[in-house]
């Protein structure tokens, strides 16, 4: 028998006798952590609405079931072919928490919205604290909770109001991994049939079942369960006795077999739960995840990919990165993962929890920084082991100052490693209210998304049009309008690339391939035309053919006897993707992009050679020059040193006013807004879109929509159906 070298550890608990107020004191500590991470999430508890479209969703989800009126169908999404109505158990878990609180404490259910992801979020702060317990050491342990508790990236998505499925996200894979870790640990490889790590087994897997039933990020979790077990398998082979690989192998099976009883368990229990209501799809999402990265955002199908215009699906640089994951937090997460290192090959060869600590870490921040930079949403999941390294980073420095100062024989040393103690404090009382701080100022100014226009409008939609109304516009509103006006969408943020199913004879005249993208499909016997319906929503923006548009708004009416076409403000900002959606090619597997330029006033600047004023909006120069009691004004585009005439202008002179230059070089229209402060530049496409004749005209000529509200921000145009349908039949159209 070799005899087993004693672990070099920095854990001070190994070190010197255990005080008698341990467990208090980190009980207190951990109790004031989990004060500042509820207390900083509050701050938005007031608002007047949830504060981003996603939980509007997940609002009416919890409604239902809290109403006891689960439907079989939701009712306005998707229309006019709603989904089946299974939102996964996110909203079952807040239903009844909220019908168990109701009954302790008098609370409106729109305000327990609010409560509910700030209290689940802060939560989490007592998995981390765990983890970092099992992976080095208490003081590790309070930073990593600290951390992951004040994380901004974390934060901005799991304020009190963000309804989202985040705040559970972050909770339950903390406990699935802490639960996980505390079984591995404590398998004894000469008994493994010991009670606790089965038990802790069996709550990993059920941890990982509710993940799994709430949100399908769950998948990667259990690679880095299995990474875990193949690298340290490979690590104690190469450490086991025997002359040749084989020998080696069949020494160091012992470790596998003793720890493959976790692994059993675990899966079983994840299956034994999940199962019954998903079979194998979940199993099915926990291979796919290896060919997520490589097709969640392809683009070069027959129908274009949402997903490549959405902000938190976009690739993010390694700065991005570090800025959402927080310059301390993640610098400190590089040290503590150097310090992992270190300890690993200090204790080389001898039992020790830093090998394992070392490889799962590594394991857990590698994929989820790819992750990050592959889309930045996910630096969410980077910041769960980038808070646990960093506070085994400090943990680290802690407890080498200790051990230093307990070990050393010589003054000098112990007077550094007290020096070093002590600046190790007071840095962390700096660094720990500096992130405090970063974090209470980065979400002091978080409120709700809608604006009193977008309340107005929707008040209006619900109060004044038929229950059955339906609602066209592109797909970020969806959610709000099925919350707030209660009236039917035909996508959201759920649904951005579905399809949607019209049968021949039902396309109003229009060709199915040539005039509406689509497909021909035959099911049961009769012919559908297969179309996208961002293509279809995209391309009603987009169009200037105001009758291609209704016979195509027609098709989604269903058995609905309204329906509004709703533009906003917003979409100005976003037309880059709404054109380039609308313009897609399947040949070329892409779109064309045409975006409206909106420029400030920079500077208004007298004419040196001519009476007049030139006014400069980045680019743009509107010259306006006075002669013989008149102004002649005059569109220019700043290019290479010259100045180019815009062929169209359009100023808020008696209403509106539109100027035609017809030997102007430049196509398009400049539009000046009333104040004159912004100028908006349409290129040729899509000045007469009828986006812009509905947004900045007020739908001035069109024949078949009718202005029904106004305000600034969001317009809402009747489609005259009756209409329609007259001139359709008459042949007309």
């Known amino acids: 028998m070799v005899k087993e070298e004693t672990e070099i550890s920095l854990d001070l608990s190994k070190i010197v006798k255990v005080a008698k107020y341990k467990t208090a004191i980190c009980l207190l500590i951990l109790l004031f952590i989990f004060y500042l991470t509820l207390s900083v999430r509050l701050i938005t508890v007031n608002q007047p609405y949830l504060l981003a479209a996603d939980p509007h969703y997940w609002y009416r989800a919890t409604k239902f079931i809290v109403n006891g009126e689960i439907p079989e169908y939701d009712p306005l999404r998707l229309w006019p072919n709603p989904p089946k109505f299974n939102p996964g158990l996110f909203p079952y878990l807040a239903a009844y928490s909220y019908i168990i609180t109701k009954f302790l404490v008098d609370i409106e259910f729109y305000r327990f919205l609010f409560w509910f992801p700030a209290i689940i979020a802060s939560l989490s702060v007592f998995p981390a604290f765990w983890i970092g317990r099992e992976l080095h050491s208490n003081i590790a342990g309070l930073f990593a909770a600290f951390f992951i508790g004040l994380t901004p990236t974390i934060l901005s998505r799991t304020m009190a109001g963000f309804f989202d499925t985040d705040c559970t996200n972050i909770l339950f894979s903390l406990l699935t991994i802490a639960f996980f870790l505390a079984a591995y640990n404590r398998v004894d490889e000469k008994n493994f049939k010991k009670p606790l790590p089965i038990i802790l087994s069996i709550l990993s897997g059920l941890s990982l079942a509710v993940f799994a039933l709430i949100w399908g990020g769950f998948a990667y ?433 008696n209403n509106t006013t539109k100027l035609t230059y017809p030997n102007a070089s430049i196509p398009g229209t400049l539009w000046i807004d009333p104040s004159f402060r912004i100028a908006i530049y349409m290129p040729e496409q899509t000045e007469n879109s009828l986006f812009t004749r509905m947004f900045f005209y007020n739908g001035a000529g069109l024949k078949y929509f009718e202005p029904a509200y106004l305000n600034p921000e969001v317009k809402l145009f009747r489609f005259k159906v009756e209409e329609f349908r007259k001139d359709l039949k008459e042949g007309k159209i």
């Open 221 to 653: 979790i259990p690679w880095l369960f299995l990474g875990l077990l193949f690298f340290h398998f490979i690590y104690k082979i190469s450490l086991a006795q025997g002359i040749n690989f084989k020998e080696k192998l069949k020494n160091g099976f012992v470790f596998f077999k003793s720890h493959l009883i976790v692994y059993i368990v675990v899966f079983s229990t994840f299956i034994v739960f999940t199962y019954p209501i998903k079979g194998f799809a979940l199993i099915n999402s926990i291979i796919s995840v290896a060919t997520f990265f490589q097709t969640a955002k392809a683009e070069g199908g027959i129908f274009p990919n949402v997903w490549v215009s959405i902000s938190e699906e976009m690739s993010a640089s390694f700065g991005e990165v570090i800025a959402r994951v927080g310059f301390y937090n993640f610098y400190l997460g590089i040290l503590g993962l150097v310090a992992l290192f270190f300890l690993f090959l200090l204790n080389f060869k001898k039992k020790s929890i830093y090998p394992e600590s070392f490889i799962f870490m590594t394991l857990w921040v590698l994929p989820t920084l790819y992750g990050s930079i592959w889309a930045v949403r996910f630096a969410m999941l980077l910041s769960l082991p980038i808070s646990i390294c960093a506070g085994i980073a400090l943990g680290s420095l802690f407890d080498l100052s200790i051990y230093l100062f307990k070990k050393a024989r010589s003054e000098l040393v112990k007077k550094f490693a007290a020096g070093l103690l002590i600046i190790l404090v007071l840095a962390s009382i700096h660094m720990v209210h500096a992130f405090y701080s970063l974090s209470y100022n980065s979400v002091k100014g978080y409120g709700t998304g809608i604006s009193k226009n977008w309340e107005n409008a929707m008040e209006w939609l619900k109060n004044n049009t038929p229950e059955c109304t339906v609602v066209a516009t592109y797909w970020d509103p969806g959610y709000w309008i099925a919350a707030l006006s209660e009236r039917k969408v035909i996508f959201d943020g759920g649904s951005q690339n579905s399809l949607k199913y019209t049968k021949l004879e039902d396309l109003n005249g229009l060709d199915c391939v040539e005039d509406r993208h689509g497909y021909i499909k035959e099911i049961n016997g009769t012919k559908y035309c297969i179309t996208s319906r961002i293509q279809d929503m995209a391309g009603v923006l987009y169009t200037s053919n105001e009758t291609w548009a209704a016979k195509v708004l027609e098709t989604y009416m269903g058995n609905c006897s309204e329906l509004y076409e709703l533009v906003s403000h917003d979409l100005i900002g976003k037309s880059h993707w709404w054109t380039y959606f609308s313009n897609w090619d399947p040949e070329k597997g892409k779109g064309k992009a045409y975006d409206y330029i909106v420029v400030q006033l920079y500077k208004q600047k007298k004419l040196l050679l001519e009476n007049g004023t030139a006014l400069i909006y980045g680019p743009f120069v509107l010259k306006i020059v006075n002669k013989n009691n008149s102004q002649e004004i005059t569109p220019l585009l700043l290019q290479n040193g010259k100045y180019y005439k815009i062929k169209n202008l359009v100023l808020p002179i």
